[in-house]
């Protein structure tokens, strides 16, 4: 059974940082792509970045130039760093790991930036 925690989420400030953690229960590499993913209250899942089991990278627009994805290998574990956060940034963030034809997701961790 897949197992992904996440971490790190909080109240912050608009214009500050936070870093969230995914931690896999498995390797990192045995999944094709892991990612992250927000829902804010009353509105639709949204996508946010992915990086793939080779390292790759990619963004949704809104969160190019301020959040930064990576992953340990060593550790098992996704990061999500997230500088520059403005109130609208404000969501429920949700790991999501694909396997094959498998999708697993964390129960998230929410994130509140206040103005």
């Known amino acids: 059974q897949v197992q992904l925690v996440e971490s790190g989420g909080g109240l912050v400030q608009a214009g500050g940082s936070l870093r969230l953690s995914c931690a896999a229960s498995?390797?990192?590499?045995?999944?094709?792509?892991i990612g992250w993913y927000r829902q804010a209250s009353g509105k639709q899942r949204e996508w946010v970045a992915v990086?793939?089991?080779?390292?790759?990278?990619n963004y949704a627009e809104s969160a190019k130039g301020r959040f930064t994805i990576s992953s340990d290998n060593a550790k098992n574990t996704v990061y999500l760093q997230m500088n520059s956060l403005k109130p609208e940034d404000t969501a429920v963030y949700y790991c999501?790991?694909?396997?094959?034809?498998?999708?697993?997701w964390g129960q998230g961790t929410q994130v509140t930036v206040s103005s």
């Open positions: 999501n790991a694909r396997r094959s034809l498998n999708t697993y």
């Open positions: 990086i793939s089991s080779t390292g790759s990278t």
């Open positions: 498995g390797s990192t590499y045995s999944f094709n792509a």
